[in-house]
């Protein structure tokens, strides 16, 4: 038999469960309800969930509960006209639960909810104009929530974030119009990102950058005829490929690497 790995059944107060005291004692089987696996005083958020996965028609009883686990999972499966006031409940669990089975006029108002998991998980549901007061929100969290849903075409609104970990996230999605605007991002994760993305064309714009990581894209990816000047780069691994494509491309090596070379010969 199945325990979940836990093997008490204590309530959300910390005493033990006991059947004989539960007002579902004698209405419901086995098939219904089952210690250590499916209760609802259980204080363990699976077995509350699993009760009212076999028994969906008592959620309804349970939505004003003490305990907000059992609020938060008798909020799955109470009928939907219940749910509005529940996200009004003090615990951001429950009001989450809550919004994610509601149409979406009725979360709009949580874009502003004092907790960031639950402004996250609303920016995941919501599209379009609804996500754009949410550009601004204070937490970075929220706002690469907003980035990494909100349309291509909108992005270039978030391109100047102050997080870098949100504008690279921009730069991953933004539509390639605006993407040499953070091909020159102080960030060189981000700058990385969009040089990513960039067409080979484009890329000859980075060969200079001071980040290995970018100028080795750059080698990689940039037209063979245009990489010259990281034929011979302070870094190794840029080097090597920019030597490695100059060769495959049937080119000849920089004339001031040749004289370079000619130089060290004994």
């Given at each position: 038999m199945s325990t979940d790995d836990i093997d008490e059944a204590i309530d959300w107060r910390g005493a033990p469960v006991d059947c004989a005291e539960c007002a579902h004692q004698g209405r419901l089987t086995e098939a219904k309800c089952k210690p250590l696996r499916a209760c609802v005083h259980d204080r363990y958020a699976r077995r509350?969930?699993?009760?009212?996965?076999?028994?969906?028609?008592?959620?309804?009883?349970?939505?004003?509960?003490d305990y907000f686990e059992v609020r938060a999972c008798a909020a799955k499966?109470?009928?939907?006209?219940?749910?509005?006031?529940?996200?009004?409940?003090?615990?951001e669990a429950v009001r989450w639960s809550a919004a994610r089975r509601l149409p979406r006029r009725h979360i709009l108002r949580l874009r502003n909810d004092p907790h960031r998991e639950v402004r996250i998980r609303i920016a995941g549901r919501l599209e379009g104009a609804d996500l754009l007061p949410m550009m601004?929100?204070?937490d970075y969290a929220v706002?690469?929530?907003?980035?990494?849903?909100?349309?291509?075409?909108?992005?270039?609104?978030?391109?100047?974030?102050?997080?870098?970990?949100?504008?690279?996230?921009?730069?991953s999605r933004i539509e390639h119009a605006a993407l040499m605007r953070l091909a020159g991002d102080t960030d060189p994760?981000?700058?990385?990102e969009a040089a990513k993305r960039l067409e080979p064309a484009d890329l000859k714009t980075l060969l200079k950058d001071v980040d290995w990581r970018v100028r080795y894209e750059v080698a990689q990816r940039a037209e063979a005829n245009e990489i010259g000047p990281l034929f011979d780069d302070e870094d190794p691994l840029v080097r090597e490929c920019a030597r490695s494509r100059?060769?495959?491309a049937g080119l000849e090596p920089p004339t001031n690497v040749i004289v370079a070379q000619t130089r060290s010969d004994p």
């Open positions: 509350i969930d699993r009760f009212f996965d076999w028994n969906p028609d008592l959620a309804r009883d349970y939505v004003a509960h499966a109470a009928e939907i006209f219940l749910l509005p006031a529940m996200l009004d409940d003090p615990e601004k929100d204070e706002r690469q929530a907003v980035a990494r849903k909100l349309s291509p075409d909108l992005l270039v609104l978030m391109i100047n974030d102050a997080d870098p970990g949100v504008r690279r996230t921009v730069a994760v981000v700058r990385l100059f060769k495959d």
